[in-house]
């Protein structure tokens, strides 16, 4: 009879660790294979629903073009079957027809996939000056739109950029605000294309910093086409402190340069001894 008893345990215990392994790879099943692709509920929407743009200038001083994708994304599981979405353009656009292009005006999810994009180019050339052009696209997903994101709203525009045609453009006295008040600086043209800058650093260096400046040179400064501007790593300047000499300043600086509106944005560092002493921003304009 104890031995019945021991072999129906025995037979009851293993017939639970059967049905225990049975129900853990009947949930791995319905996780990841056990679904129909075709018939799954799924929705489309656009990434990046709202965003925008502006042109750029290139190294020649003119501008380029804005692109980039229109993308959609499946919520939902992946389907055994291509989705095509189709794109329009709404009614509400501001943007005219000859100012942008898409590489195709329908995006296709591959079977399987779960993304897919266009791409989108704003065309420079034909856009109008410091102007933002608004650009709403619709998608039919064959009744598949979420509810959310199913329109794009793109805000494009095309930056005023001046050339630099003329050297005497920017020269001048230029003055601003620097982190001990008033900023002043004097730019000149050199022959060979490149800027001299005088003054920088100087309000920081005696009015906050305290020193005496004993020597000081200009600044070479080079002013690209593109609208931005850069100093090379030089040496600008010795002072005294409580009348002791101090090592010697170098400066090196990027920034970005408007003929339009004729303003500097100077983003400078002070070097003494080889390191990066302090990093200080100028925004000045021409006086």
């Known amino acids: 009879m104890k031995k019945a008893i021991k072999y129906i345990l025995i037979f009851v215990i293993g017939g639970v660790f059967l049905s225990s392994c049975e129900e853990k790879l009947s949930n791995y099943e319905t996780m990841t294979n056990d679904y129909d692709k075709g018939n799954q509920t799924h929705y489309i929407q656009f990434l990046n629903a709202t965003a ?24 939902g599981a992946p389907q055994s079957s291509d989705i095509t979405v189709t794109l329009s353009k709404n009614n509400s656009s501001t943007i005219g027809d000859n100012m942008w292009t898409l590489s195709s005006n329908t995006i296709t999810i ?34 598949a739109e979420a509810t959310s994101a199913y329109q794009i709203n793109y805000n494009l525009k095309r930056i005023k950029f001046c ?48 020193e005496v400046i004993v020597d000081q040179v200009p600044l070479v400064m080079i002013m690209n086409p593109n609208g931005t501007l850069e100093i090379e790593l030089q040496y600008y300047m010795e002072t005294t402190w409580n009348g002791a000499a101090q090592p010697k300043y170098s400066v090196s600086a990027t920034g970005k340069w408007d003929n339009c509106k004729k303003t500097m944005i100077i983003n400078y560092d002070l070097h003494q001894g080889g390191d990066v002493l302090i990093s200080i921003t100028e925004d000045i304009a021409l006086d």
């Open 163 to 210: 050339p630099l045609e003329d050297l005497n453009d920017l020269v001048g006295t230029w003055s601003g605000i620097d982190s001990e008040g008033n900023a002043s600086q004097v730019v000149t043209a050199l022959d060979d294309g490149t800027f001299m800058i005088d003054g920088l650093n100087v309000g920081w260096m005696e009015g906050y910093w305290g």
């Open 110 to 143: 591959p079977a399987g996939g779960t993304s897919g994009s266009v791409t989108l180019t704003a065309i420079a050339d034909e856009m109008i000056e410091d102007e933002t052009s608004t650009l709403v696209l619709d998608m039919d997903a064959g009744g």
């Open 52 to 75: 925008s743009f502006e042109t750029a200038i290139d190294a020649d001083g003119l501008p380029t073009d804005i692109v980039t994708s229109v993308g959609v994304a499946l919520l």
